[in-house]
């Protein structure tokens, strides 16, 4: 009875927990890091990663306010950098991801021909409202008010701008009607589950300062096995590959 009741406790015995990785990820990476969280998980079953969305800007301050995250992916490569100098950041961890893209994006009933239009499509007089993110905290809020000022549209349409929290709440925002036509990220836009709901055109890379994407590994999850490898598949072949897929493009 005694060796059937050891034996029966062996077998029971508890597993590991899982590694768990907290990330704060910019907004404009809500599907492309579905994708790659799916697949490095396939790779990595002991690491159990949560993500969450946002805009850099208001992660940043979160972080500095000692916001529990582990790895934090910004659309903005300063963000990590400013963190290492704060002591925030483990120095040697900052690394870039990708270059993001913009683009102006109307819904699928729109009689907005925004291909031909491009960027005069914010001029037509059935457009009352542009919804950008909130250029204060976001970079592609700053990417986009760079853009209109840059192709001579800002000073005409500026009373029709509507700020978004950040570029996921943009494009959420043209979906629901509050606002006829948005400047959105490039890998929002294409997404599986978006590509079906509208139309865009894609805004010259020249018209705006680039949007240089970074990330880093934070002080609390210094010397985590965890937040190395998620670094590490991010950037490696098949990390990069889905990142293009979403429209990003790829660092040196």
Not at 69 to 97: C, K, M, N
Request: hydrophobic residues 50%; charged residues 15%; proline residues 7%.
């Amino acid at each position: 009875m005694l060796l059937a009741a050891a034996l029966l406790c062996a077998t029971c015995a508890p597993r590991h927990a899982p590694a768990k990785l907290t990330i704060a990820a910019a907004a404009d990476l809500q599907f492309a890091l579905e994708d790659v969280s799916r697949q490095f998980h396939a790779a990595h079953p002991d690491v159990e990663t949560q993500v969450v969305y946002g805009s850099s800007g208001n992660f940043f301050a979160q972080i500095r306010n000692q916001a529990p995250f582990d790895l934090f992916l910004s659309a903005d490569l300063e963000y990590p950098r400013q963190l290492a100098q704060q002591g925030l950041a483990v120095p040697d961890s900052i690394f870039p991801y990708a270059v993001g893209r913009l683009a102006v994006w109307v819904p699928a009933p729109s009689p907005l021909d925004v291909a031909r239009l491009q960027m005069q499509t914010l001029l037509d007089p059935s457009v009352k409202h542009i919804a950008i993110a909130n250029p204060q905290h976001a970079p592609y809020g700053r990417a986009a008010e760079a853009a209109l000022h840059k192709l001579g549209v800002y000073d005409r349409i500026a009373a029709k701008l509507v700020f978004a929290e950040n570029i996921a709440q943009t494009l959420q925002f043209v979906q629901s009607g509050a606002a006829e036509v948005g400047l959105v990220a490039l890998s929002l836009a294409v997404a599986p589950a978006v590509r079906g709901q509208g139309r865009y055109w894609e805004v010259p890379l020249d018209a705006y300062p680039t949007l240089w994407q970074g990330g880093a590994i934070l002080k609390r999850a210094q010397g985590s096995p965890a937040a190395a490898l998620f670094r590490a598949y991010l950037t490696s072949a098949e990390g990069r590959r889905i990142l293009q897929q979403y429209g990003f493009s790829l660092p040196n």
